[in-house]
């Protein structure tokens, strides 16, 4: 975790560890600047359902059972345009296609013969992309057995936040200038971005998928819409592995794609 | 959708099964994988490019109050914030402090 400037610089775990105190430090080691973005963009949605004749259970409700924002934002779009269950299921659906990956990507990570498996349906259940990129960052420096526990205490805080957000927004929707509601929104992908190349920048493994996807993701945006994050995921990810692994040919392990 | 309890099976089926099925099938298919193989290396690659393409399409094609902004202000204060990350040393707080405050000057300088 060295050379990250947010980072808690990690400190040695005692042996009689319990998964308890595991999941109370994954929400504790939690930079602030993470849950403050989650927070403001979740006030950001509160006010949207405020505005679409939901109610703030069904805010709440969104954004415990779905937490995942995209998708919860073409949820509430689907259901304002008064489409059918099976569509607005479907859109949905397109847009969490990406937690897949993310979540095949981390829970190797965090897995273990120690690790009871609910546990780990439990992680899979809240992966979305603060989530996993804090969990992959910081994983790493916990003991194997207590992973599972850290990541879901970084989880539960998140979660947390991320739903008194919501309710905060849908109680005082419209009263924020649209200046601070646009700082809010763009604190979101600055936050996303830096967070990847802390892990990743020092080396060509983990910048090329990063780098092809900035510039992959607007192309297919304008070429094919409906599935232009899933795209951008797949062409950009396979063109940086296989250029990593079978051209530049890095010394195994290095750990850099992140 | 007159009753709420209609809306919220309709957010259960919609919002809540349609995201999850995902996620347990990324439990699923990742049982048994190597941290350190290259089918976790190239999901990792697929998963970082995905959110890589969703970074730049907030910021080129952004949503809600963000679009009141002029696409140069968007990206002029996205790059001070990366370049000054840099400059501090891989500090995430003072890159994005400083393009949340390039973003919302330069607004209201009238760029």
Redesign the interface.
């Known amino acids: 975790m060295e ?4 980072t808690a610089n990690a400190p040695v775990w005692p042996s009689q560890a319990t998964r308890r105190s595991a999941a109370w430090r994954g929400a504790r080691e939690t ?1 602030l ?1 993470p849950p403050f ?1 989650l927070f403001s963009t979740f006030v ?1 949605f509160g006010a949207l359902t405020s505005q679409t004749g ?2 703030c ?2 805010t709440l ?2 954004s415990v ?4 924002l ?4 073409v ?1 509430v779009d ?2 304002a345009r008064g489409a059918s ?2 569509t ?3 859109a ?2 397109a847009t ?14 965090i ?1 273990d013969k120690r690790v009871p498996k609910w546990m ?2 439990a992680l ?2 809240f ?1 979305a ?1 603060t989530v ?2 804090e969990s992959t960052r910081r994983a790493p420096g916990v003991p194997r057995h207590l992973r599972a526990a850290y990541a879901l205490g970084i989880a539960a805080l998140l979660v947390g936040v991320s739903s008194s957000g919501a309710m905060i927004g849908f109680l005082v929707a419209g009263q924020v200038p ?2 601070i ?3 809010l ?14 892990g ?2 020092r080396t060509i493994t983990g910048l ?11 192309i ?2 304008i070429l094919i819409p409906e599935f ?3 795209l ?7 063109v ?2 296989l250029l ?2 079978y051209v530049l040919r890095p010394q ?2 290095d ?1 850099a ?2 | 959708m007159a009753l709420s309890s209609d809306v919220l099976v309709y957010i259960f089926v919609a919002g809540f099964a349609a995201t999850a099925i995902w996620r347990f099938a990324g439990f699923v298919l990742s049982s048994g994988l190597e941290e350190d193989g290259p089918v976790v290396a190239w999901v990792s690659a697929v998963s970082t490019a995905l959110v890589a393409g969703l970074i730049a399409r907030i910021v080129l094609f952004p949503p809600g109050a963000l679009a009141e902004m002029s696409a140069l202000v968007r990206l002029g204060a996205f790059g001070f914030g990366v370049l000054t990350f840099f400059l501090a040393r891989s500090h995430m707080g003072v890159g994005i402090l400083v393009g949340t405050t390039v973003l919302i000057s330069a607004h209201l300088v009238g760029l």
């Open positions: 050379g990250s400037g947010d930079p600047l973005i950001g939901l109610s259970l069904d409700f969104m059972f779905i937490f995942a995209p998708g919860q934002v949820l689907e259901m269950v099976l607005a299921a479907i949905v659906s969490s296609i990406r937690l897949l990956p993310m979540t095949v990507a981390l829970l190797p990570m897995r780990v349906v899979a259940q992966v992309v996993w990129v649209s200046i509601a646009a700082a929104l763009f604190m979101m992908p600055l936050y996303f971005l830096l967070a990847m190349l802390i990743a920048h090329l998928p990063i780098l092809l996807g900035l510039v992959l993701g607007p297919f945006h232009d994050l899933v951008t995921g797949v062409v950009g990810g396979s940086s592995f990593a692994h195994r392990n750990g794609v992140k």
